[in-house]
């Protein structure tokens, strides 16, 4: 039986929107490019997600790939503030789950100011409302490394036979099928709330198929 459910944030529950953000700075389509590779997905943002280290240093290490943009960087960065909006559905969807009797988690990939700084800014309308949460940036562990999911399980007591993990990312939901726990590959909140109500219900079909 599916007791819990336990929540990726980026993607899943507000849109990770760096890309829109760089077109309301009027960001060069070029240097936007250039970002998506030196920082976006460049491998300090997994360390800044990682948490091991200090953002300053994730920052300068950001600063000196891209001193050839760094007025354009800084921009970025500053309205770092605006890299996230919730979903429509997030807040409801999770006080749903919750009315209906389920615990709601989360467990993300994050960077710890940067998690911070968008709790500040109300960009997590959901946040009072979920029974626990795991942050990378703050434990230092990262998806899709066991250790993380194991954290969560031990920090709240769970059953992964009884938690069903929805992300994004296929090798995120296929690390918490790994340990028991039934996953559900978001690609859109009505493919994934239907996917969720199979489960719960426990009836065949859909994404979350082990």
Known sequence: MIRNVIFDIGN?????RWRVLMEDLRIAKETQAVFEKTVFGSRWWGELDHGIYEEDEILAHFREDNREHL???????????K??????????WIEQLKASGLKVYLLSNYPRDVFALHTECGCFPFLDKVDGKVVSGFVKMVKPNADIYDHLLSEYGLDAGECVFVDDREENVDAA???????????DYEQACSDLERLISGLPGGSQSV
Do not use: C, H
Not at 71 to 81: H, K, M, Q, S, T
């Open 83 to 92: 890299l996230v909006e919730p979903y429509a559905y997030a807040l409801e």
């Open 177 to 187: 099928r790994a340990l028991g726990m039934k996953g559900i590959v978001f690609k």
């Open 12 to 16: 899943v529950l507000v849109d990770f």
């Open 71 to 81: 007025d354009e960087f800084n921009l970025v960065w500053d309205n770092r503030d």
